[in-house]
């Protein structure tokens, strides 16, 4: 099983930054697939970033802004986030795939980042 605890979030004004970190345990998982989503409220939860085969791959509304990266010695996924604007606010989630497909992601308890104006 894995277990995926998020930390970082808060509060911040535009154009600040912040980081998250996603900690990683278990098995059935590899740090080379996973990513960060976000939900804001009445919207669906969207892509910002994520690690694929060959490449990493971001939402178009985060791309140049938002940075992700691994630890493999710490199983860590991270975020920076940077020039923050107040679109931006959401609770971020922590993704693992797993082998049973997109339905059985695993998925963090999220941490809330809100940006004011």
């Known amino acids: 099983q894995v277990r995926l605890v998020e930390s970082g979030g808060g509060l911040v004004q535009a154009g600040g930054s912040l980081r998250l970190s996603c900690a990683a345990s278990?098995?059935?998982?590899?740090?080379?697939?996973m990513g960060w989503y976000r939900e804001a409220p009445g919207k669906e939860r969207e892509l910002v970033a994520r690690?694929?085969?060959?490449?990493?791959e971001y939402g178009d509304s985060v791309k140049g802004r938002f940075t992700i990266s691994r630890d493999n010695a710490k199983n860590t996924v991270d975020l920076q986030l940077n020039n923050l604007k107040p679109e931006d606010t959401a609770v971020y989630y922590c993704n693992a795939p797993t082998r049973g497909g997109p339905l059985f992601d695993v998925w963090g308890q999220g941490t809330q980042v809100t940006v004011s104006s």
């Open positions: 278990g098995s059935g998982f590899s740090l080379n697939t």
């Open positions: 690690f694929r085969r060959v490449s990493t």
